[in-house]
């Protein structure tokens, strides 16, 4: 488990999935900026087997084990090499609060620790102003948009491109202990 100081991220497991196809084929969960995904029992426990992505979600945890969110990460496969990228979503009630800032503070800190990346890329809508703000809090730098990226409820849409580098990063910022 990674613990912060509100929040903690512990490894999907098996026992998690049924929440996450719950969520994930809810439309007020994914918000307005996703498609839904509608993914059966079956192909959402495909997620946890081993991927040439190395996918790894977590759940986020409020210190009272509420679970409120899942944040991930996983590469992209590029002919020149890999490019590591995660994300995040919380439930509609939770956001807001800073929970998934420091979620993202503490999977930055995570991934610096434990890859070998120079990098850490996340894409988000651009009218997603909230999840832009996650990131510039976090320390990523947008590098620009993207046109057309991602098909959403029947129609292209631009997004924009963050990435934070190790030199960066420096040092874990929100990071309190590895369990």
């Known amino acids: 488990m990674l613990e912060g100081k509100n929040v903690n991220l512990r490894v999907m497991e098996k026992d998690d999935l049924p929440l ?10 994914l918000g307005e900026y996703f498609s839904p995904i509608q993914r059966s029992r079956t192909e959402t426990e495909k997620m946890l087997e ?10 986020i945890e409020k ?57 850490i890329q996340a ?16 320390g990523f730098k947008k590098e620009g948009a993207m046109r057309k990226r991602f098909f959403v409820r029947g129609e292209w849409q631009d997004i924009i491109l963050f990435s934070i580098l190790r030199e960066e990063w420096k040092e874990p910022k929100v990071l309190t202990k590895l369990s």
């Open 63 to 119: 210190k009272d084990g509420t679970k409120i969110g899942f944040i991930g990460s996983f590469y992209i496969l590029h002919p020149m090499g890999k490019m590591l990228e995660m994300g995040y979503t919380l439930i509609p009630s939770e956001r807001g609060k800073g929970y998934c800032t420091e979620a993202a503070q503490i999977m930055v800190d995570y991934l610096f620790l434990t890859r070998e990346a120079a990098c």
């Open 20 to 29: 996450y196809a719950e969520w994930s084929n809810n439309l007020a969960f």
């Open 50 to 59: 081993p991927s040439p992505y190395e996918w790894k979600d977590f759940v």
């Open 123 to 138: 894409t988000t809508h651009v009218k997603n102003n909230a999840s832009q703000r996650v990131l510039e809090k976090v």
